[in-house]
Each structure stands twice: as structure tokens, then as C-alpha cells.
């Protein structure tokens, strides 16, 4: 069972720049496709960002690219999303999910495939 836990998130006014973390509890870490979700009020959880566990591929969701920029840092079994050029349409509770389908070369934007989820963390974009 992995565990993962963000942090990062925050209030911050459009056009500002925030920086979220994710950190997992295993090592099989670098096994795994991770990727970024976000909640808006009253919406369904959406795709953000997924990286590859070798950070070979990368995908964004068409709302978020050209601002937003996954990384990974499987020595330190981290996963980051560092997002510019907020707008409050970003607004929401962001999730990191680790799908463990070990050693995947394509990201996957289904969240029902991935396995292990963080408790999500809050991020509001003031207009």
C-alpha cells in the first residue's frame, strides 16, 4: 500500500505561480505512472498532469498546458506540479495518484486506473 501526501497548495491571485508536492511512502515509487487530478466546486475530478516512471512521457490536460509542469524525483519518490499563470478557473482541490501498473511508457488520464490516491490538497486562485 502506498501512501501519498501533498502539500503546496494555497491562495495565491491570478497570474501568480504555485508549486504542489507529492510525496510517497514506498519505493516502488519509481514504478509507477503518477499523475495530478483537480476537483472544482460542483464539478467531477478532472485530469491535470501524468508523468511516466521514467519521466519519458508526459501529458497535460489542454486547459493547463504552456502553464502548468510536472516533474518527478524518483531518488526522492516525489512527484510536483509547478503551476504559472493562474486563473481561478484552476481553482479546486488537487490529488496526486500513483497507478500501479509498474513500468508503463504511456500516461493514462482514467482515474478509475489508478490505485492509490492523497488526500488532496486546496488551491484557490483569487480573480
Known amino acids: 500500500q502506498v501512501q501519498l501526501v501533498e502539500s503546496g497548495g494555497g491562495l495565491v491571485q491570478a497570474g501568480g505561480s504555485l508549486r504542489l508536492s507529492c510525496e510517497a511512502s514506498?519505493?516502488?515509487?519509481?514504478?509507477?505512472?503518477m499523475g495530478w487530478f483537480r476537483q472544482a466546486p460542483g464539478k467531477e475530478r478532472e485530469f491535470v498532469a501524468g508523468?511516466?516512471?521514467?519521466?519519458?512521457?508526459?501529458r497535460y490536460a489542454d486547459s493547463v498546458k504552456g502553464r502548468f509542469t510536472i516533474s518527478r524525483d524518483n531518488a526522492k519518490k516525489t512527484v510536483s506540479l509547478q503551476m504559472n499563470s493562474l486563473k481561478p478557473e484552476d481553482t479546486g482541490v488537487y490529488y496526486c495518484?500513483?497507478?500501479?501498473?509498474?513500468?508503463?511508457?504511456?500516461?493514462?488520464?482514467?482515474?478509475?486506473?489508478?490505485?492509490?490516491w492523497g488526500q488532496g490538497t486546496q488551491v484557490t486562485v483569487s480573480s
Open positions: 495518484a500513483a497507478d500501479s501498473s509498474v513500468y508503463i511508457n504511456v500516461v493514462v488520464t482514467t482515474q478509475t486506473l489508478y490505485d492509490y
Open positions: 514506498e519505493r516502488t515509487f519509481s514504478m509507477y505512472t
Open positions: 508523468i511516466t516512471w521514467s519521466g519519458g512521457s508526459i
